[in-house]
């Protein structure tokens, strides 16, 4: 079972009233909800202030409810105000009843919630894009320890450093923008994957140097899928790379039996009928080719190498898949 509460705020008392924080909220429960084949994926519970006051109160009730009980996945996604208080040195997601001292839900309380959910929560995603709150990746004295600890089968993903700002723009966060579409397919992996470290490196590639950071921290032995769209080569392709590939060094070879769009060179071919069978298997090993699982081995191009009675191979990229699926693993 895998559960998920999402948390937009954008009606804080005027001037801080946000514009992108609901539509982020509900985008992201939407995608959330399902997979790329329509099949289900988090039952999630939205919090939006659209549809009602989100207050401390009722926050923290929300989170508590969200850490009980078991499930392979709990995520929480907030999008609101985030602040730092200096003097007690604690963040807190700001709600629409927070005010000095008590601003929302601490941080620290709820890294703490999530520490303590395990094992019967196995995983837990932190998500949130608000000012301030990579400080949730910089905690102290969580436990009994007093030690700085991220807990076992936490993930936390931040829009930007405890020292800095969540930017908005054309109705988004820029953070949850990016987000979106990342697990929309842009940070799937070869399988149709998307993890918390695929989704952190497409925010980190997006965004500019210049602008705010993305803070990724986790504390995981394996890594949890989001969400999961088409693979980007079908999984029966990679499951014959063994096949077509007996060892990861092999060389396959091809011939112009395997290619029917032949160009400037169907004259020179015309007596070389192709090969059905032999076609289908180089249409495979195209769709390898695009997504970086095979190359050439003489020529620039897939075409030249079948035309030119050439050959291909596997990347390191794909000698990984073809161990995979001879171990069937996938």
């Given at each position: ?27 992201l ?25 989100v ?27 985030g602040?730092?208080n ?89 953070f ?97 009928p ?35 009675s ?21």
């Open positions: 079972m895998k559960k998920a509460l999402v948390v937009g705020i954008n009606d804080y008392d005027p001037p801080n009233q946000l514009r992108g924080c609901v539509n982020d909220a509900i985008e429960a939407a995608l959330l909800e399902a997979n790329g084949d329509g099949s289900p994926n988090f039952d999630v519970r939205r919090m939006i202030s659209s549809e009602g006051a207050t401390s109160q009722c926050l923290h009730e929300a989170i508590t409810e969200l850490f009980s009980g078991e499930a392979e996945t709990a995520l929480l996604y907030f999008a609101g105000h602040i730092l200096d003097e007690t040195n604690n963040g807190f997601l700001v709600t629409q009843d927070g005010s000095n001292p008590n601003w929302g839900v601490s941080l620290s309380g709820i890294l703490q919630q999530a520490n303590d959910a395990h094992p019967k929560i196995k995983s837990t995603v932190i998500l949130l894009d608000s000012c301030q709150s990579g400080f949730a990746g910089e905690v102290s004295g969580l436990g009994k320890s007093g030690v700085s600890v991220i807990g076992n089968g936490v993930t936390i993903l931040t829009a930007c450093h405890k020292d800095g700002f969540a930017a908005e723009a054309s109705g988004h966060g820029k949850t923008d990016i987000m979106l579409d990342g697990l929309g397919g842009a940070a799937s992996d070869i399988l149709g994957r998307v993890t918390p470290a695929s989704l952190y490196a497409h925010v980190d590639q997006t965004l500019g140097a210049w602008e705010q950071r993305p803070i990724y921290k986790a504390n995981v032995q394996s890594f949890v899928a989001l969400r999961e769209v088409s693979p980007k080569v079908p999984k029966e392709v990679l499951r014959r790379l063994p096949k077509y590939f007996p060892t990861a060094s092999h060389v396959f070879a091809l011939d112009p039996s395997f290619e029917p769009d032949r160009g400037e060179e169907a004259e020179r071919l015309k007596g070389i192709v090969d059905d069978d032999n076609e289908r298997i180089y249409r495979e090993l195209q769709q390898c080719n695009r997504h970086g699982l095979v190359v050439p081995s003489e020529h620039e191009h897939m075409w030249h190498s079948a035309v030119f050439g050959g291909c191979r596997l990347t390191a990229t794909g000698a990984h898949f073809r161990r995979l699926a001879e171990k069937k693993k996938i």
